[in-house]
């Protein structure tokens, strides 16, 4: 008998659960913030599927509201990334070990 | 772009989100994540393009589209103070519930476009996945909105709660498992649209009734439904990458939860359902603000103290960061060091508006983050410690709670403050904290009170200290 494809992507979607399990509680607790906008800016990996909404045609080349949809979700996707990775950057930057002398 | 050969570069995708997260095990290695990350999100960028046929008209809508996203999402982490994180961060997990639903309305209206079969007649299995990634993200932009509104002030962030509540709210929530699965037999639009308003009205009522500080348990936990929502969509689109990341962020959000209510003692249902301090509470503090003897002081007392001392330990909480006091701190302890104290800093797991907020604070402030302590770390070295110095924290020093078992923070895990050899308790007010419970702490013999906004004072005892 065959398996369903299904069942592939559910074992994917089970071990990652597992492995993001792991690593989170790897992650140490004064970058819990940066942790929080950087799982935000990767969430927006949807902009995937609102790249094909908006490229999806039914007729050839007139636009249709699933296109419109699909513009919307990426300008929102892309204010997620750049916003989300960015303003992560910028948090990490900050975190800095103790001087050897002061300035 | 072969399927085959797209799908291997979507699981690549996977693995540099994982190394994203992994990266953040210490600060030194974090940056080196967050560029994982960053190359992650182009690879399934580039990947997507080459998969779809492109035809012109749509790229020039589609480059549009992802350069107005581009800049705004720029200028605002450019231009964002970091006492604002927590709402940025609840303001970003509503545009990925939002567009989570407006992919999967797409989806639903075109399936052909994503493989899934034709209108009103999707794949039973797509069908239930799409459902539920609808609905997830639907709550996890209502939720989000809310918790936004809540965080920048918009809205008053003490719980909102009426008669019925959750029975409004379990009604509803049967009603969107049993949408879900009539849409198995019958794929019509109204039921579709039904299911996205009731899961709209759903996000909305499940975060009115918490309050101000159970924040870091809502935004955690709004963190880890935008994760399910995308991984939700993930199978309805049959993509790795998406499945992986959605899986990869909905644990994280899970676990942020679990560590935010253990901080406070208090099981994730009991934040769930809200009002905390509403109504047993309230009594008790009118018993307990008989006339106790206080004792307060100025900056000057407050600098001869710790000039005086040999180690000092700094608590912080929500105050500073309303206060913008963590520039003033790092000047005063700047100033401590000099004369030779040693100065370290204490987190409460749950200071503050989301998980690690104080740190981002004092690390904006330019304090190194081996001086700063978790609560575990530096909890036995308070009896050790000449001088405590409050700032903007409450609940988590009260000793009540260790002491009294019938005060509603009974059990939660505090900062052993009253140990030190004296504390200094800087507040605008006598008044309680968040959990309406009256803090034992300032009735102490060794603990002296400084009213005084937090900045305000923190920068005189500046001026004290030359």
Redesign the interface.
Same mark, same amino acid.
């Given at each position: 008998m065959e398996i369903d494809?299904?069942i592939f992507?559910l074992s994917?979607?089970?071990l990652?659960?597992f492995?993001?399990?792991f690593?989170?509680?790897?992650?140490?607790?004064?970058?819990?913030?940066?942790? =929080?906008?950087?799982?935000?800016?990767?969430?927006?990996?949807?902009?995937?599927?609102?790249?094909?909404?908006?490229?999806?045609?039914?007729d050839?080349?007139s636009?249709?509201?699933?296109?419109i949809?699909?513009?919307?979700?990426?300008?929102?996707?892309?204010?997620?990334?750049?916003?989300?990775?960015?303003?992560?950057?910028? =948090?990490?930057? =900050?975190? &800095? &070990? &103790?001087?050897k002398k002061?300035k | 772009m072969s399927a085959n050969l797209s799908s291997v570069l979507f699981l690549i995708t996977g693995i540099l989100f994982i190394l994203a997260l992994r990266g953040l095990s210490s600060p030194e290695t974090s940056r080196m994540g967050n560029f994982f990350g960053i190359t992650g999100m182009i690879l399934a960028i580039v990947i997507s393009i080459l998969s779809v046929d492109i035809f012109f008209s749509n790229l020039i809508y589609f480059i549009i589209a992802l350069s107005i996203g581009g800049i705004i999402g720029g200028i605002i982490a450019f231009k964002i103070p970091m006492t604002a994180m927590p709402q940025l961060v609840a303001g970003f997990h509503s545009l990925v519930g939002l567009a989570a639903v407006l992919v999967a309305v797409s989806a639903y209206y075109s399936p052909d476009s994503f493989g899934l079969g034709i209108f009103q007649n999707i794949k039973t299995a797509s069908i239930i996945e799409m459902g539920l990634g609808v609905s997830i993200g639907a709550i996890t932009f209502t939720g989000s909105i809310i918790a936004f509104m809540k965080l920048q002030g918009l809205m008053s962030g003490s719980p909102i709660t009426f008669p019925g509540q959750h029975y409004l709210n379990a009604v509803l929530g049967i009603l969107i498992i049993s949408l879900i699965c009539y849409l198995i037999i019958n794929q019509s639009t109204q039921i579709f649209w039904m299911l996205i308003i009731a899961s709209l009205l759903i996000g909305f009522l499940i975060i009115i009734p918490i309050g101000g500080a159970d924040m870091p348990v809502v935004i955690s936990m709004l963190n880890s439904y935008s994760g399910w929502a995308a991984a939700g969509i993930g199978f309805t689109l049959e993509n790795t990458a998406l499945i992986i990341t959605g899986a990869l962020v909905g644990s994280s959000g899970a676990i942020l939860s679990y560590i935010m209510c253990k901080g406070m003692n208090r099981s994730f249902l009991n934040v769930i359902l809200g009002g905390f301090g509403t109504d047993s509470t309230s009594s008790n503090i009118k018993e307990k603000t008989e006339q106790k003897p206080v004792k307060s002081g100025n900056a000057e007392d407050a600098a001869f103290l710790m000039k005086n001392a040999s180690s000092v330990i700094i608590v912080t909480g929500y105050g500073m960061a309303v206060a913008q006091a963590q520039h003033a701190l790092r000047e005063m302890v700047d100033k401590l060091k000099k004369i030779d104290v040693k100065v370290s800093y204490a987190i409460h797991p749950v200071a503050g508006r989301m998980p690690g907020h104080m740190n981002v604070l004092l690390a904006e402030a330019n304090v190194p983050y081996d001086e700063v302590f978790e609560l575990d770390d530096i909890n036995n070295d308070f009896a050790n410690t000449d001088v405590a110095y409050v700032i903007g924290a409450n609940d988590v020093t009260n000793p009540v709670a260790k002491t009294d078992p019938k005060s509603p923070i009974y059990g939660m895990p505090v900062l052993d403050v009253e140990k030190c050899k004296s504390v200094l308790f800087v507040k605008r007010s006598m008044s309680p904290g968040y959990a309406g419970v009256d803090n034992e702490l300032f009735y102490r013999d060794n603990t002296l009170m400084l009213f005084a906004d937090a900045k305000k004072m923190t920068e005189d005892i500046v001026k004290h200290l030359d």
């Open positions: 494809p299904f992507r994917i979607f089970i990652s659960i492995i993001g399990y690593v989170v509680w790897s992650v140490t607790p004064s970058l819990h913030t940066p942790l =929080m906008s950087v799982t935000n800016a990767i969430s927006s990996v949807i902009i995937v599927g609102a790249i094909i909404a908006s490229f999806s045609s039914i050839g080349n636009i249709s509201f699933s296109n949809l699909g513009f919307i979700a990426v300008t929102l996707a892309a204010i997620n990334i750049f916003g989300g990775f960015l303003v992560t950057q910028r =948090m990490l930057q =900050m975190y &800095k &070990k &103790k001087e002061n | -």
